[in-house]
């Protein structure tokens, strides 16, 4: 099956979008159950409340699509276009901890989130080709078919 640039793209923002809202509402249910001690790290109590958290079962269900959506870009385009793509995460992830979390996020950590989106507007203008097509049907991904 063969996918279209645009379509990789929709793919991607949805999984993204997904990861984001996965870690903010993570560290919301985090914010709500008691801090590790060195006591509940040996005996795993720590793990109950946390799995109770209805928002760290949420936010664990939205780590898990983006990680389904990631799985299936991966089956249909090269790891070196798709991972360095992910990076676009380091973007949103911080916008969302910025609106709603209320993180207060250093003028220094923005400009390296700018420098990382530098890289990935260079990886996603190129691809190993040469040609406006990103994506490869599965035979000829298959390296084992001849």
């Known amino acids: 099956m063969s996918f279209s640039r645009r379509k990789i793209w929709i793919l991607l923002l ?3 979008l997904s990861e984001a809202i996965g870690f903010v509402l993570i560290k919301r249910g985090l914010a709500n159950v008691p801090a ?3 006591q509940s790290l040996k005996s795993l ?3 109950l409340p946390v799995v109770a958290s209805p928002q760290v079962l949420v936010g664990t269900a939205f780590e898990a699509l983006h990680f389904g959506i990631l799985m299936e870009l991966l089956s249909v385009s090269d ?3 798709i991972i360095p793509l992910t990076s676009i995460g380091y973007i949103l992830t ?3 901890a910025l609106f709603f979390l209320q993180e207060k996020i250093p003028m220094l950590r923005w ?3 700018l420098l990382v989106c ?3 507007a260079a990886v996603s203008l190129s691809d190993r080709s040469g040609n406006k097509e990103a994506v490869r049907t599965s035979s ?7």
């Not at 000829?140 to 001849?146: G, K, L, Q």
């Open 140 to 146: 000829e991904m298959d390296v084992f078919s001849s």
């Open 79 to 81: 790891v070196s276009y």
């Open 36 to 38: 590790f001690s060195g």
């Open 94 to 96: 911080p916008l969302s």
């Open 45 to 47: 109590s720590f793990l």
């Open 111 to 113: 400009v390296g989130i």
């Open 118 to 120: 530098a890289g990935v």
């Open 14 to 16: 949805a999984g993204l």
